[in-house]
């Protein structure tokens, strides 16, 4: 049976703020992305994501992101590369944290918003996110975009790389997500979201924007929880995989 992780950035609320539909959309994931306090989350939505998450049998992982609460991280700050590993070395510090007082593993980091193509960018800041991946444990994945620089450099320093696909996401022919300022970014047809997956997951292809079929190879599939119909556009993904023998499993598990 093949398996494949289904993912969703989660614990974003804070404060009196909620975003999101975690409670409902964590029955039918594998692994959650949990937003450690710089662009969303605060402590205690990340104790309850946590524990919601062991309850559900779903694999944690911390998202951290730029000190941007106003920005939800999306936008571009100058930092260098050692401010950039010390963010990261605190927030998934603080994250393990509460994955230890919950008596689960941490078992993924994902960087959050305009930080994985600023490390594609600038090698040095692949480097500054993987020693401090590295610092806090070399065991936990680092789940990022296919085929990236980046991927090197996290191997040669010893940690496990897992690639993601984005769902609703377009590709370019640099199999790179078409910006979302552009036509067609964004894939909102459920359908036509279930023939990706099912495409990815079977025949290791995507086809792009431009109407290329490339090579992509992704164990990890990404779902958002905080557009309108996500509940309803999990669930289906969920039910497609499924009916198509494709177990959902944590990546931890892969």
């Given at each position: 049976m093949k398996k494949v992780d289904l993912n969703c950035d989660m614990g974003e609320s804070f404060g009196h703020h909620?975003?999101?539909?975690?409670?409902?959309v964590i029955r039918y994931i594998s692994s959650a992305n949990v937003g450690c306090g710089f662009h969303g989350g605060d402590p205690h939505v990340m104790r309850k994501t946590v524990m919601m998450a062991k309850e559900n049998g779903v694999g944690v992982g911390a998202h951290p992101g730029l000190p941007d609460l106003l920005?939800?991280?999306?936008r571009h700050m100058d930092v260098t590369p050692q401010e950039l590993e010390d963010f990261?070395?605190?927030?998934?510090?603080?994250?393990?944290?509460?994955?230890?007082?919950?008596?689960?593993?941490?078992?993924?980091?994902?960087?959050?918003?305009?930080?994985?193509?600023?490390?594609?960018?600038?090698?040095?800041?692949?480097?500054?996110i993987?020693?401090?991946?590295?610092?806090?444990?070399?065991?936990?994945?680092?789940l990022t975009?296919?085929?990236?620089?980046?991927?090197?450099?996290?191997?040669?320093?010893?940690?496990?790389?897992?690639?993601?696909?984005?769902?609703?996401?377009?590709?370019?022919?640099?199999?790179?997500?078409?910006p979302r300022n552009q036509a067609g970014a964004v894939i909102h047809d459920v359908a036509e979201i279930q023939k990706r997956i099912l495409q990815l997951v079977n025949e290791g292809t995507v086809t792009t924007i431009d109407g290329q079929v490339l090579d992509m190879s992704c164990q990890s599939i990404c779902v958002h929880g905080?557009?309108?119909?996500?509940?309803?556009?999990?669930?289906?993904?969920?039910?497609?995989?499924?009916?198509?023998?494709?177990?959902?499993?944590?990546?931890?598990?892969?």
């Amino acid at each position: 049976m093949k398996k494949v992780d289904l993912n969703c950035d989660m614990g974003e609320s804070f404060g009196h703020h909620k975003l999101g539909m975690d409670e409902e959309v964590i029955r039918y994931i594998s692994s959650a992305n949990v937003g450690c306090g710089f662009h969303g989350g605060d402590p205690h939505v990340m104790r309850k994501t946590v524990m919601m998450a062991k309850e559900n049998g779903v694999g944690v992982g911390a998202h951290p992101g730029l000190p941007d609460l106003l920005g939800f991280g999306r936008r571009h700050m100058d930092v260098t590369p050692q401010e950039l590993e010390d963010f990261f070395v605190y927030q998934i510090g603080a994250l393990k944290g509460f994955c230890d007082a919950a008596g689960i593993r941490l078992q993924h980091v994902k960087a959050h918003g305009v930080l994985s193509g600023l490390a594609e960018k600038d090698l040095r800041m692949a480097e500054a996110i993987c020693r401090a991946i590295s610092m806090i444990d070399k065991d936990i994945l680092w789940l990022t975009y296919f085929g990236t620089k980046t991927r090197e450099i996290a191997e040669s320093m010893g940690l496990g790389v897992m690639a993601e696909f984005y769902a609703d996401r377009a590709y370019n022919a640099e199999r790179l997500l078409v910006p979302r300022n552009q036509a067609g970014a964004v894939i909102h047809d459920v359908a036509e979201i279930q023939k990706r997956i099912l495409q990815l997951v079977n025949e290791g292809t995507v086809t792009t924007i431009d109407g290329q079929v490339l090579d992509m190879s992704c164990q990890s599939i990404c779902v958002h929880g905080d557009t309108p119909g996500a509940l309803e556009m999990v669930q289906k993904i969920r039910s497609s995989l499924e009916a198509h023998d494709i177990a959902i499993t944590p990546l931890s598990e892969l």
